[in-house]
Every structure is written in C-alpha cells, then in structure tokens.
C-alpha cells in the first residue's frame, strides 16, 4: 500500500504550453516531451484521459492501451509510446525532390 501523500504526477500546469480548460487540463506534444523519457501511471492516465483508478485496473488485466513496465512497484510509462498512441509522434521530414525543367531555349 502506498503511503498518502507519495502522489508524484505531475499535472500540466506546470508546464508553460498548456492551458487549462473548462477544469480539465489539456495537455500538449511539448508538455508530455516535458515529461522526461517516463513518466507515471497517475500521469499518463491524465495525458490519456482517463482516472488514476481505471488506469490501475486497466493495467492489472494488461490492457492498458500503451506499453509500460514495471519497476519494483511502480509503473512506468515511456513518453513515446502516449505520444505513438496519440498519433503525436513527429512524421519525418518530407523528401526533397530536385526539380528539372525542360523548358531549354532554342
């Protein structure tokens, strides 16, 4: 059982490119990169939108919709893998192609 108080999520107000609305909050590809490379189960569950709770059964029946791991008795979350889900992954550069004209003067 975790002792009260030992809550280590972190919400995204603390970070300056989000903004609260409605009283929920919403959270942005830069403010969940903010996170570092994991983050906690508390968290993503906020990122994903769903309560702390349903995450914590989702998980136990390993259906949690990202991939995470366990260390001791922590979950982890990789912050690539939410942004994967939410399809907020950055898409690679477009290709570059030459452009040729054919319009030559006589």
């Known amino acids: ?7 280590h999520s972190v919400s995204p107000q603390q970070f300056p490119n989000s903004t609260p609305t409605d009283s929920q909050n919403v959270w942005t590809a830069e403010s969940i990169r ?9 968290t993503a569950a906020s990122v994903l939108g769903m309560s702390r709770s349903t995450a914590y059964k989702l998980i136990r029946r390993n259906a949690f919709p990202v991939p995470h791991f366990r260390v001791g008795a ?4 990789p912050t690539a893998s939410l942004l994967a889900a939410l399809h907020l992954l950055d898409s690679p550069a477009p290709r570059e192609i030459p452009i040729t004209t054919t319009d030559t003067p006589p």
């Open 1 to 7: 059982m975790r002792p009260s108080g030992d809550n």
């Open 34 to 42: 903010a996170l570092g490379v994991s983050t906690d189960l508390a």
């Open 74 to 77: 922590h979950y982890r979350i």
